[in-house]
């Protein structure tokens, strides 16, 4: 770690100030403390203690100024006070002055609006600049928080545009453009710092080019200071006070850094030690006690620093590591010698001076979560509800719980007097907290009352006195796990250890899981689910939240190189093995087997200099049965990924059986590239290199008909982007689950004209629980469809579509009969 001490001014003992910021979409994040012999946190409100003036309320520690608003035993009522519409977007509702003000997308621009937080009236809506438009897995809107202050609201939209809304009129009062005005550089996903507002001082992460910090005059908008160099992306300042004087802490993707509030003087900074570049561009510091700071800065652990100085040096040393806290987008919130945060998709309840858990559970679902009167109030994604949780480290105590919304939360709650401001992806709402008896939760469908076997089994276990006997004799029964009664009906199964079982699933889709039901008195675990009758899906059980293993009733085992442990994204990382079932009408492929040796074909490897890549390329090139010693042409398949195509995807096996077939002879060429490289470079190459290559080496018909470029997942993205750039060149393209985000689908679609003026045959093909998350803006099938729909719309007719299939060469490798067949058929 890299410490520099840099002005006299770190002589005494300094006060560090809370830092939180928006969250943004980031796959994964972690936490790191900060614990030293630094006074406590504090930061001095300009504002009435019972509102909620910015970024995790007065504090910005995420919790409530307020006492004695739940009562201390029995339930406690939720009520919705009102609910109104909103646009989409991630700002978060600062509540003062009677105001609750947010920031969403109109569909045209984006807006500042603010609403009457007794009756939900709106007061006044600002428009600020046009909508910024969400994209690869981000939703549209705004992303940063507002901040009230000084009779006036100030925000940042996510395009750059800094400004200050009287807060009474809804009128511009002033205006600045961080990327024309100071040449600030716009993150991927836009700019999502919440503004931090002190006295006439409005603090801004990344304000200026190059600068960790930046602070504005608050009546003007004019820049008064900014100071340290660091890359920020999506972090926010924290403030702190020294004798009377206010200074502000900075964390970046490299750094964190102390700044003079007076005059924007670097006082020292240090590096954080952050290796995960998604962790540190989100980096969100907590207050967790007596000179404690939670940041978020790695992937897989969290730790403890401890932070030493005097009148001369300054040290921060790890002090304990931990995966208790880990890949969340909420912030985490501390009490009482305990921080509350979700650690992956799961409420956990953290000790801050071990970093040992003290209890989790998935009861709430994921979420985001701040603290009022020692209880935690949540706000869960998927679900639209608002929980109610004591604050304990006994154990987890739900005591009350409301459906809100029907749509998407993703922001945290706000409180102020009496009630719970939440919103979601398209609605605001005022939710009443009420000392009265709550009405009882919704019980879960009894699965007994069905028909069938296992239902069968269900009544039965529930009224025996030997339980384990029924069981037993139950699991003996079974010839093959899962179950499946009739064509669609699956019943997952567990029996063994744990406390807590769930399955993940391409049913599900990435960072998803199913929680698994326990029958009572057993130690088995089931769920039950409908799927296609002619579907195939992988699935794992993920037991007491992280132990990842296959079902060892199972005997079908595969791995996947698209998901990892708890179902997280795993591009390049290493194979996680899973088990695989297939519905009764699901066919087994049969070019996977060994053909006659009449029909095999060989690989001819070659390796290329390559200009465009500046080194080395490696190909193989598959030659059909019959190709040596005869003067036939063959059409040429180019394919992108060709290392997995032919270690995972078994293609030159698939060849050798359908060649002669459903498929004409060909060639076929699996370009291996190493690393990763823009898919303009690979057009390039292809066109420039690959292809003249090709058909001065090998016998082939060199005419643009007979040449395809095809692939798979990213690759298959590739083939289609390959196939359009060169289209005098290639005549045909295929693509297996092309993974194609939205940034990617843009240059796509600048490519394609239409089908008159740029013919194409087309495979398109993909799985109905394809790579997908249905919290996070993304979702790669629906991305499938939209592609196929605007291509009709151009005028052609790709063939394929959409299968009950999951993802990954697990289910990639049984369908290259479809993808073949349909570029060269034998005819």
């Known amino acids: 770690m890299t410490i520099r001490f840099l002005t006299a001014a770190f002589r005494q003992r300094m006060i560090p100030m809370n830092l939180q910021r928006s969250s943004k979409k980031f796959a994964s994040i972690l936490t790191v403390i900060l614990v030293g012999s630094l006074p406590a946190f504090a930061i001095a409100a300009t504002v009435n203690n019972t509102d909620w003036p910015g970024f995790r309320g007065v504090m910005g520690d995420g919790i409530a100024q307020a006492t004695s608003v739940f009562s201390p035993s029995g339930n406690v009522g939720l009520k919705i006070g009102w609910k109104v519409s ?25 807006v500042m609006a603010a609403f009457d937080i007794k009756t939900g009236a709106e007061r006044w809506r600002f428009a600020f600049e046009d909508t910024y438009v969400g994209h690869d897995g981000a939703h549209t809107g705004p992303i940063s928080t507002p901040v009230i202050g000084n009779g006036h609201a100030y925000g940042l939209g ?39 507002l002190r006295d006439d001082v409005l603090i801004v992460s990344g304000g200026v080019k190059a600068a960790a910090v930046a602070g504005f005059e608050a009546k003007t908008g004019k820049l008064l200071w900014n100071a340290g160099e660091d890359t920020i992306d999506y972090q926010s300042p924290i403030e702190y006070k020294r004798n009377g004087q206010a200074y502000f802490v900075a964390a970046g993707k490299k750094k964190i850094s102390a700044v003079s509030g007076k005059n924007g003087e670097l006082v020292w900074d240090f590096e954080h030690d952050g290796k995960s570049a998604q962790g540190a561009a989100s980096i969100s510091p907590v207050p967790v006690g007596q000179g404690r700071l939670f940041i978020a800065n790695k992937d897989q652990t969290s730790a403890v620093f401890s932070l030493n100085d005097s009148d001369k040096t300054f040290e921060a040393k790890v002090a304990w590591e931990t995966k208790a806290i880990r890949k969340s987008y909420n912030v985490p919130v501390y009490y009482d010698g305990y921080l509350y945060a979700f650690s992956s998709r799961f409420l956990t309840c953290v000790d801050a001076n071990t970093g040992e858990a003290a209890w989790r559970t998935r009861e709430t679902g994921d979420g985001f979560l701040i603290l009022v009167d020692g209880h935690l109030v949540i706000g869960t994604k998927k679900t639209g509800q608002v929980h109610i949780v004591r604050a304990s480290p006994s154990g987890f105590e739900s005591r009350a719980q409301l459906p809100v919304f029907d749509d998407l939360i993703w922001t945290n709650p706000s409180y102020a007097d009496g009630s719970i401001f939440v919103r979601s992806l398209g609605e605001l709402a005022r ?14 469908v009894d699965a007994s009352k069905g028909v069938g076997k296992f239902s069968s089994f269900l009544k039965e276990v529930a009224s025996a006195t030997n339980k384990k006997a029924i069981v037993d004799e139950f699991m003996s029964s079974i010839s093959e796990f899962p179950l499946i009664e009739g064509d669609k009906t699956v019943h997952f199964i567990y029996r063994g250890q744990g406390s807590d079982i769930a399955i993940g699933s391409d049913i599900f889709g990435a960072r998803q899981e199913g929680s698994m039901t326990r029958v009572a008195g057993t130690d088995l675990f089931y769920r039950s689910v409908t799927l296609e009758a002619d579907a195939r899906v992988n699935y794992m059980f993920i037991r007491d939240y992280e132990d990842h293993i296959v079902d060892p009733n199972n005997p079908r085992k595969t791995t996947s190189q698209v998901y ?9 990382g290493p194979e996680t093995d899973m088990s695989w079932l297939s519905m009764p009408k699901w066919q087994a492929p049969t070019f996977l087997s060994t053909p006659d040796k009449a029909k095999l074909g060989k690989l001819d490897s070659r ?58 002879p060909i060639n076929a060429v699996f370009i291996k590239l190493e690393g990763r490289h823009k898919v303009e470079k690979i057009s390039e190459m292809l066109a420039s290199e690959i292809i003249p290559y090709i058909d001065e080496n090998f016998r082939t018909v060199a005419s643009r008909d007979a040449r395809a470029s095809v692939g798979t997942g990213f690759d298959g993205y590739n083939a289609i982007f390959c196939g359009f750039a060169n289209n005098e060149l290639i005549g045909k393209v295929g693509a297996e689950s092309a993974f194609m985000f ?15 003026q740029q013919p ?15 919290d996070e803006a993304w979702n790669l099938v629906e991305t499938n469809r939209d592609f196929v729909k605007t291509l009709r719309e151009k005028g052609y007719k790709p063939s394929g579509g959409e299968i009950p299939d999951g993802t990954g060469w697990s289910s990639w490798r049984n369908r290259s009969e479809a993808m073949f067949g349909a570029i060269f058929p034998n005819q």
Request: proline share 5%; aromatic share 8%; charged share 20%.
């Open 742 to 756: 939205t940034s990617m689908k843009t240059p796509l679609m600048l490519l394609i004209k239409t089908a008159n």
């Open 607 to 664: 390796e290329m200099d390559s200009k465009v890549l500046e080194g080395k390329l490696a190909i193989d090139v598959y030659l059909p049965a019959g190709y040596d010693g005869g003067s036939r042409r063959y059409p040429v398949v180019y394919v992108q990924g060709g290392e997995k195509a032919i270690t995972r995807g078994d293609m030159p096996q698939a060849l050798n059986n359908l060649i002669g077939t459903c498929v004409k």
């Open 564 to 572: 990892g442990k708890e179902m997280a994204m795993n591009f390049g």
């Open 158 to 196: 996510a395009l750059g545009r800094l400004f200050a809304i009287n807060l009474k009129s809804g009128s511009l009062v002033w205006s600045v453009d961080l990327v024309k005005d100071h040449e600030a550089t716009m993150p991927f996903y836009g700019f999502s710092t919440s503004p931090m």
């Open 760 to 774: 194409m045959d087309i495979f398109l093909e993909w799985g109905k629980y394809d790579l997908r998350n249905p």
């Open 86 to 110: 909103i646009g989409s977007g991630y700002s978060g509702v600062a509540i003062a002055e009677g105001v609750a003000v947010t920031m969403f997308s109109d569909g045209k621009s984006d």
């Open 431 to 444: 939710v009443d907290i009420l000392k009265v008896s709550a009405p009882a939760a919704p019980q879960l």
